[in-house]
């Protein structure tokens, strides 16, 4: 349900103002859930996937009736994961949902949230916006996640000495990642503030937590 709201939202934006309807809306959905429906991960069966559907539709009405359908864009989610080195050793990926542009002309990311609200990840849009810095070489001045669900915003400023912290952070990270082949035992620190940890899991472990 998330790709498949996702890729509708960003090509939704693609469109000029003038023929961003509802119905080109739900249409663009329908094209994008019968291109997600059998991926690997997801429905169990046609009851399910009709909830599913159902929530996916409710969430895109709404945002149609209160979000501004207007909007241009500075930025849309690329096509491919979007790479950038931080130093000699460490490169950060992402696929942006969005980046819109300020009156002052700094940015503003924001990303799409279809799940459970609840509290949101800490670490994600700082790290966009070190990414987006210095990828796109202008200033961030927002972070925003979109809770599809519920249409609540959240928001917080950030500005270059925050990215800057995020980038000590990301590189202290990377530099406890062990280098050697015994990677599972690799322990957590970060115990439940580390809710996933794709380094691991792309290579077979699960992370240990202490």
Known sequence: MGEAVHNTLNSFFSLVPQIRTR??????????WIAARNQEGGFKDAAEEKIYKERALAMLDNFYKNEDTSAVPFKLSPSATKYVPINETVMLGGKIDRIDQEPDESLHIIDYKTGKEGIDDPYQLPIYALLARIWLKKNISKLSYLHLGSGNWSTESTNEQKEQETKRFVIDTADQIPKEPAKDFFVCHLGPACPHCDYLREIGFEPILD
Request: aromatic letters at 20%; a negative charge; proline letters at 0%.
């Open 23 to 32: 119905e080109r809306l739900f249409d663009l959905l329908e094209r994008y």
